[in-house]
């Protein structure tokens, strides 16, 4: 009797081969007899035929690099913010951040740490060591007639002070900066994220 | 079925690029190896930094040059790294040894998160201390260079926050006319100090000989850092004329804030300067921590304390 148990549909693999011509000699005797006693495997393979056909017909596109998944806009984004983009640009950049959450997540971050530093209370110039040498000239030059009219008493003050005092020295003034600078100086070997390692009294001067 | 493979395979390698998008490229494991990493970054660009201390707010857009372990600031007006400081206004100052700092236990670290800042792929920490978050820096993932960084107070509001404004991995275009010349005042370590070994998660890593005879203590708890200067009898300290007065656990204090660090100034037995870049709430718990300005109302409060507790 024979037997009517049909061959085991193991040509699935090889099919797609056929179709690209990269069959061995063996294994195309194989797909040919198996296709012609096998109704779901011949279904199968014209299925995949057609798909391949369809595909070969679809028009070839050009896609714009800046369309591509894998690309970003980084400093285009802040332009973008500043509306300083070409109308043409402008347009390319609104597009891309419709599909891509990357960009449109640093754009929120960009608009937030925009807002947050345009939030922020009294915004001064950097100017604070200069501020303890301005208001010094100032006061002084507020305080010169003052001055002009206490000196002789300063001076006879002095005379008696010296007599009183003998050798006693005087008090050293040590600016801030010879400190910060030690400071500096040692936090620069430190691990750390510290963006600026408290050089503002450095920077700062004139 | 070859058909399927092929999809699988290319399913497999999409998948592969996508996790190795989502992984950081710095190879760090704890913070501490971030931390050190960043350290020994290369980039320049500029970075503005805006730090908020009770309501008011200073701010500073600074260029700088990162290479290795030292950095440019302003085209040369400072260049610190490894020790020493140039400052082209301010003099040169190296000190030749220190101690290696360890990362306080109190800070743990959040799992590193990929993120996209200024165009480029970056990864965002986040460092808690207890139930406070107390930071978050962006990490260039090329370069390891922090491109953003949020410090918190005890209360969870942002009190210092930088970020670069225009980045490059390659810190060349910025060098130009960065070159100083110094002659180097070198300080010496130093046995003498009366202040504490360790005050508030903080440690005293190194005491150093200071400016006018002072004693240069340097703590640190691994991601802050301060220094505090024992002044000897008499110094009188410029520079201050413009020091707000603020008052910590009853106690009186001269400050000065800068948008990267502060200057506290008090008068106790001796006088002391604090410079460094620790959190409001840090530095209050410090100066409770360190000897008590002298003064009639810190009399009239420690009495208090001492009887009621």
């Known amino acids: 009797m024979a037997d009517l148990t049909p061959a085991p549909c193991d040509i699935g693999e090889l099919m797609s081969a056929y179709l690209d011509g990269e069959l ?78 990357e960009c449109r997540d640093e754009l929120h971050e960009l608009d937030a740490a925009r807002t947050a530093i345009r939030s922020l209370p009294g915004l001064e110039p950097p100017v604070l060591l200069d501020v303890h040498r301005e208001p010094h000239r100032a006061r002084w030059q507020g305080r010169r007639g003052r001055v002009v009219a206490v000196a002789a008493g300063a001076v ?34 430190e691990a750390g994220f510290t963006v600026i390692p408290a050089v503002g009294p450095v920077g700062l001067e004139p | 079925m070859r058909a399927l493979r092929r999809l699988i395979v290319t399913a497999a390698l999409t998948t592969l690029a996508v996790v190795a998008a989502a992984v950081p490229v710095i190879a760090a494991e704890g913070l501490d190896d971030y931390l050190r990493e960043a350290e020994e970054a290369e980039y320049g660009g500029r970075r503005i930094v805006v730090t908020v201390w009770d309501g008011e707010s200073r701010a500073e857009v600074f260029t700088v040059i990162h290479t290795g372990d030292t950095m440019t600031v302003n085209g040369g007006e400072s260049r610190v790294g490894y020790g020493k400081l140039d400052g082209a206004l301010g003099g040169g100052v190296v000190i030749p040894e220190w101690s290696s700092s360890v990362l306080s236990d109190r800070y743990a670290m959040d799992q590193p998160e990929a993120v996209r800042r200024l165009g480029r792929d970056a990864v965002r920490l986040v460092v808690r201390e207890g139930d406070v978050k107390r930071a978050t820096i962006v990490l260039d993932a090329e370069t390891s260079a922090p491109l953003a960084t949020e410090v918190y107070d005890g209360a969870g509001d942002l009190f210092r926050y930088s970020t670069m404004l225009d980045f490059d991995a390659n810190p060349a275009p910025y060098l130009a006319g960065a070159e100083t010349d110094e002659e180097y005042e070198v300080m010496l370590p130093s046995a003498a100090s009366s202040l504490p070994a360790n005050a508030s998660g903080y440690r005293r890593a190194d005491t150093y000989s200071g400016p006018n005879d002072s004693v240069h203590a340097f703590y640190t708890d691994g991601l802050f850092y301060f220094s505090i200067f024992e002044l000897p009898e008499g110094t ?6 413009d020091a707000v007065v603020v008052e910590v ?27 460094g870049d620790l959190p409001p709430d840090h530095l209050e718990q410090v100066l409770e921590e360190l000897p008590q300005p002298k003064g009639k109302g810190n009399f009239i409060s420690r009495l208090w304390r001492g009887i009621f507790g």
């Open chain 2, 236 to 241: 009188r300290l410029g520079g201050l004329d």
């Open chain 1, 24 to 101: 061995q000699p063996g294994e195309l005797d194989h797909v040919v007899e198996h296709l012609g006693e096998c109704t779901d495997c011949i279904l199968e393979f014209r299925q995949l035929k057609e798909a391949r056909a369809t595909v070969r017909t679809l028009p070839r596109l050009e896609v714009p690099e800046r369309l591509l998944p894998s690309f970003h806009f980084g400093p285009e984004l802040s332009a973008y913010l500043d509306g300083e983009l070409p109308t043409e640009e402008q347009t390319l950049v609104f597009g891309h951040l419709q599909a891509c959450d």
């Open chain 2, 249 to 275: 656990d009853g106690n009186e204090y001269r400050r000065l804030v800068a948008p990267d660090g502060i200057w506290v100034y008090w008068e106790a037995k001796t006088a002391y300067l604090l410079v």
């Open chain 1, 156 to 189: 006879a003050a002095a005379v008696i002070a010296v007599g009183v005092a003998g050798n006693s020295a005087p008090e050293p003034t040590i600016d801030l900066d010879s400190f910060t600078n030690q400071h500096v100086a040692r936090a620069s070997v």
